[in-house]
């Protein structure tokens, strides 16, 4: 299978976990493990999947790594037994930084 992706995917830096905040759909949000993030995208590994094309809202927590949790919303692109794929509507310039540097 071909990647379709036009961005880098990055894996976490240490052990970052997320914790999703608000979801529009009526399933209940729970913790994550980021498993790998790119400019428009992030993988959370959990046993709590959220539907598809529901709309979240994330806490990254990254007070060990930057000393401030980070933001970051999107929808979920896709579900599988792994976790969840978002595909990012807003993130913190932060959180680039942290990757990207």
Request: hydrophobic letters at 40%; glycine letters at 6%; a positive charge.
């Amino acid at each position: 299978m071909r990647n379709r992706r036009s961005d880098t995917r990055v894996k976490a830096p240490e052990m970052m976990d997320a914790t999703i905040t608000y979801t529009d759909t009526l399933t209940s949000a729970d913790r994550a493990v980021v498993a790998n993030m790119s400019r428009n995208g992030i993988f959370l590994k959990t046993d709590a999947p959220l539907a598809e094309d529901a709309y979240v809202s994330m806490k990254l927590n990254t007070e060990k790594i930057l000393g401030k949790p980070l933001w970051a919303q999107g929808i979920v692109a896709r579900t599988d037994g792994q976790g969840i794929g978002i595909r990012l509507t807003y993130i913190e310039q932060d959180i680039l930084k942290l990757l990207f540097s």
